[in-house]
């Protein structure tokens, strides 16, 4: 490292151990994985970055704490040849390492976690590459390194790095996207990772959340407005025996109020429930508990999924607890997603709008290839983002028992200025970025644009303007 930057010659030399490394050990070559890319190498000479505080209407509450804001990173880097890739990322400190939000303010998290994203595309500076994975996978052990250094954390997690990578990884891939002249997402997928990203769905699931403490009637309202799945917060605040007690509360309320509702995306046709504890959840027993009286009440054969109730260092078997349960962000990478997969798990939520989109190819190959389904979560992000993961979940095989694709978006729910950052999208009007029925349409048009995900937003081409001049 020099002046805060990766020398060239290191980057580039630490790309060639990692492919040797893969080849001694027999595993695919980086040109088998990019066997559809032009060899001409990207050269980034110029960075700059930004961000936007945007507020929320109310807090979210989730991990016996909340979010008021959330700040929008946004990243440019342009090349040698005049390319620009202008990148999107939003903050979920909270979400991807609790000690990290509880040990700074809120505006201190976030602010480290920009920093981190800072720390990144100076270290691109003039830095040639041929495709993002090999510059995550060169980024990711440095920027997780000067995270730990600068929150003062030595046990920070891989997903709070990765959160800080995905501004830079988005505008990694616009680069790639328009340097090889790719028509659409499809063509720009790596040969090794186009099977898990196989699917074609013609209907995504958009699925509102609704954090601890919500009261049941909005989520009755919800459901009257036609969404058919829900993420439902759990792992309320309080002591262990106080949470379980809450939780159990909340189960009993929410399906004596819409257990009987009916869905036309469901083999069975009732309304499946989609959980999501937080790592809330300290051991087992607490969560079999839980478990039973969903049995009791005969609600458990509604639990589509339930997300991570324990924290990463749980190593607790949980394939035979009679439901799916999912890894979110205990799956910081596609080895861990292995390891959790090893437990038991059935079903990865998968984030491109939180552990970057190479991450998530990654992540999305090995589920197919280990048969486990996985579904795009949220990280409240923008409308942009929205469609980055939308892209994702659209390609992706559906759950056994619903022939759709799933995607949770709470954006709209909780920002104040939801309809303002819609107007930066790109392709606002299209049919695929507006849920209608709890559905988002994906047609033809979705698939040859690409969602709208590489068309240049005029607002935040405009944040960079004077680096053009």
């Not at 190498?41 to 209407?57: A, G, H």
């Not at 990578?165 to 790639?176: F, M, S």
């Not at 090889?180 to 995504?204: C, Q, W």
Request: glycine share 6%.
């Amino acid at each position: 490292m020099s002046n805060g930057n990766m020398s060239r010659r290191k980057f580039v030399s630490n790309s060639t151990t990692v492919a040797l490394g893969l080849s001694a050990m027999g595993s695919i070559t980086p040109n088998s994985i990019f066997s559809n890319e032009k060899t001409s190498k990207i050269t980034i000479t110029k960075v700059d970055s930004n961000f936007e505080r945007e507020p929320l209407i109310k807090p979210y509450r989730f991990k016996g704490s909340g979010v008021s804001e959330i700040w929008q990173s946004v990243c440019y880097l342009e090349t040698d040849t005049g390319l620009v890739g202008i990148g999107l990322g939003t903050q979920g400190v909270l979400w991807s390492d609790s000690k990290v939000f509880f040990d700074h303010s809120e505006n201190g998290g976030n602010a480290i976690m920009y920093a981190m994203s800072e720390r990144a595309i100076q270290m691109l500076k003039g830095v040639s590459f041929t495709n993002p994975i090999e510059v995550l996978d060169d980024l990711l052990p440095e920027i997780l390194a000067y995270g730990k250094k600068i929150s003062g954390n030595p046990n920070m997690r891989k997903t709070f790095a990765l959160n800080s990578l995905v501004c830079v990884d988005n505008a990694l891939w616009k680069l790639y996207f328009d340097h090889n002249k790719f028509k659409n997402f499809d063509e720009m997928i790596p040969d090794a990772y186009r099977p898990g990203l196989s699917h074609r769905h013609t209907k995504v699931a958009s699925i509102p959340s609704f954090s601890v403490g919500t009261p049941v009637s909005e989520i009755k309202a919800a459901a009257d407005q036609g969404y058919f799945i829900m993420k439902l917060k759990t792992g309320s605040s309080g002591t262990q025996k106080e949470m379980i007690k809450k939780d159990i509360e909340f189960l009993t309320e929410l399906h004596k109020t819409v257990g009987s509702y009916e869905t036309p995306y469901t083999k069975n046709g009732k309304i499946p429930y989609y959980f999501d504890a937080n790592g809330r959840y300290e051991h087992i027993d607490t969560l079999k508990h839980f478990l039973d009286h969903a049995d009791k009440i005969k609600a458990l054969d509604q639990i589509s999924v339930l997300e991570e109730p324990f924290d990463e260092f749980n190593d607790a078997y949980v394939g035979d607890l009679g439901v799916r349960i999912a890894a979110d962000e205990s799956a910081h990478t596609d080895e861990d997603a292995i390891k959790r997969i090893e437990q038991g798990y059935k079903s990865i939520a998968v984030k491109a709008i939180a552990k970057t989109l190479s991450m998530t190819m990654k992540i999305t190959q090995v589920a197919y290839e280990k048969n486990i389904h996985c579904f795009c979560a949220d990280l409240t992000v923008n409308p942009i983002l929205v469609d980055w993961n939308k892209s994702v979940a659209a390609r992706m095989q559906p759950f056994p028992e619903m022939d759709i694709g799933l995607q949770e978006t709470n954006g709209h729910q909780y920002y104040r200025n939801w309809d303002k950052m819609m107007s930066y999208h790109p392709m606002k009007e299209a049919a695929w970025t507006r849920t209608k029925d709890g559905i988002y349409p994906i047609g033809k048009e979705f698939y040859d644009k690409s969602a709208g995900i590489f068309t240049p937003s005029e607002h935040y081409v405009k944040m960079f303007d004077i680096i053009r001049r």
